[in-house]
Structures are given as C-alpha cells and as structure tokens.
C-alpha cells in the first residue's frame, strides 16, 4: 500500500476512534448531527510558505513582529479539558525537531476570529472601513471601532459552539492552525450572520467574506519543511488531534470579544459583546 494511502487510513481511524469513544456519552439527537460540508471548506490562496501574513506578524527566526490592530475573537475557554489537550499540541511543537521553523503563540492568545478586523499593516479598500481615512493612526481606528461596538449587540444566542474539523487540520497546508466547523446548521447561520453584521460595524469585506474559514492558531510556519519534517509534523498531529476531538463532540468558546492588539502575542479585551 502506498505511503500516503497508508497515512490516509491511520488518520481515519484515529479520528473515527475518537469519534467512537464519545458516542456512549452523548444524546441521540448530538450524534446525529451531520456535518456541514459548506460550512467546513477551506478557502485559503495563498499556499507559500511563509505567507505574506506570517511575514508581516513573524521573523524568519519565529521571533513576533509588531503588528498592530483590532479584532473580534472568542478565546478558547480556560480550565477545560480541550483547553488543556490543545495546550499539549502547543507543548509538542515547541519540543519539537522543527521548531525552528515555527512562530509559536502563546496558549493565553489561542482563540478563534470571528472577525479579522484591521490592522496597521492592511489599508486597502478591501480591508479598510471605508469612512476612516486611510492615513489614519490605527490607534484612531481602534478608537472609531471601539465606540461602535459599545452599543453592538450579537443578537443570537451564545455561546458559540464548534467543532474540530480533524480531516481538514491534517491537510492543511501549513502549520500550526486547527480547522473549526460551525457545529451545526443553526451555529453556521449564526456565526455567518454575525460576520454580516460585524462587516457593516467595520464598513468593510474582505473577498473570503461568505466562505471564510474559522480556524485556531497555535503557530505560523516561518520556513518550509523538508520532507523528513512534514512527516514529523504529521506524526505529532496524529498523536494530539483525536485527543483534542476526544475531550469534547463540541466545543463551546468564550463570549465574542472586540480586541485591540500589538502583536500576535496578546488581544486586549476592550468590550465583551453580549446578546
């Protein structure tokens, strides 16, 4: 049997072992949920390594750059089993043969973007809100943002719930980011609605806007891998990723929050938005 074919299988039945072992303990209608595939799909140009986005955040030594901005995220919640299965991936990174070739984040900045925001690096029409100057300091930006969301309200109910999308962590072309699927219709309608509304707070959309894919990233790859490294990686996604999934069919994260941020390191919580 062929390397990848044999890769293929072992991941399959990782993942459908994890997925065996939660289905004594959840309800009927939880494990019949289906998966939706519109709702998981990958939309992502831009397969150099680095990115231009890694660029602007990381060193070619994985040392953080300045990259300052705002955003709306949900951090991964704390003292929870996923939390701690998550971390453990972060830790095997870091131990890893390969680390030099990653920009780690720390495990207090690990969250999911609802909304990406602005940021000092990015002020084109696409990415920029369109009633501030583009020459603006991206403090007055904050400031202009930040007076919008005091008064913006979710309108949904909360919390945001996900699931780790195992299949497509494994063939994501870079690391470190897990893949997240809204966990069912009524969450993908949800967050989607949300987005739209967030877009028009912002005064913006980005291209990927109606297809974005929700993801949590632990690390940005500063260099490519050799081969004997990808399957290194690989192999320390084997290990974590059923674990991660095994802790939880669904993951519940923090209240949506609107940050400001000077680097990738930490996100300043400046409003908590509520429904």
């Known amino acids: ?3 990848d074919t044999q890769l293929q299988s072992r991941r399959n039945f990782l993942l459908s072992s994890a997925a065996a072992s939660l289905a004594g303990a959840l309800p009927v209608s ?17 397969s150099a390594i680095p990115t231009r986005d890694t660029v602007l955040k990381f060193y070619p030594d994985g040392r953080r750059r300045g990259f300052a901005g705002n ?4 951090h991964l919640p704390q003292q929870s089993h996923t939390r701690d299965a998550i971390t453990a991936l972060g830790d095997a990174l870091r131990k890893s043969p390969f680390i030099h070739k990653l920009g780690m984040l720390p495990s207090e900045s690990y969250h999911m973007t609802v909304f990406p925001g602005t940021n000092d690096q990015g002020r084109t029409a696409e990415n920029w809100p369109s009633d501030i100057p583009r020459d603006a300091p991206i403090a007055e930006c904050n400031r202009i943002i930040g007076e919008r969301m005091k008064s913006f309200d979710t309108e949904c109910q909360l919390p945001i719930r996900v699931r780790v999308n195992g299949p497509h962590t494994f063939g994501y072309g870079r690391a470190c980011t897990l893949r997240l699927s809204p966990a069912d219709e009524v969450e993908n309608h949800k967050l989607r609605t949300l987005r739209d509304r967030l ?8 291209k990927d806007h109606a297809n974005y894919a929700f993801h949590m990233t632990l690390a940005y790859q500063v260099a490519p891998f050799t081969q004997k490294e990808q399957r290194q990686y690989q192999a320390v996604l084997e290990h974590h990723i059923p674990a991660i999934i095994a802790t939880a ?4 994260l923090g209240v949506p929050e609107f940050c400001t941020f000077e680097d990738m390191f930490r996100f300043e919580i400046k409003t908590l938005l509520q429904a």
């Open 1 to 3: 049997m062929p390397r």
């Open 30 to 46: 939880l494990i019949a949920e289906p998966a939706r595939p519109q709702a998981t799909e990958d939309h992502d140009s831009d």
């Open 71 to 74: 955003t709306v995220i949900c």
């Open 199 to 206: 877009s028009e707070v912002y005064r913006f959309r980005l």
């Open 249 to 252: 069919p669904v993951l519940e």
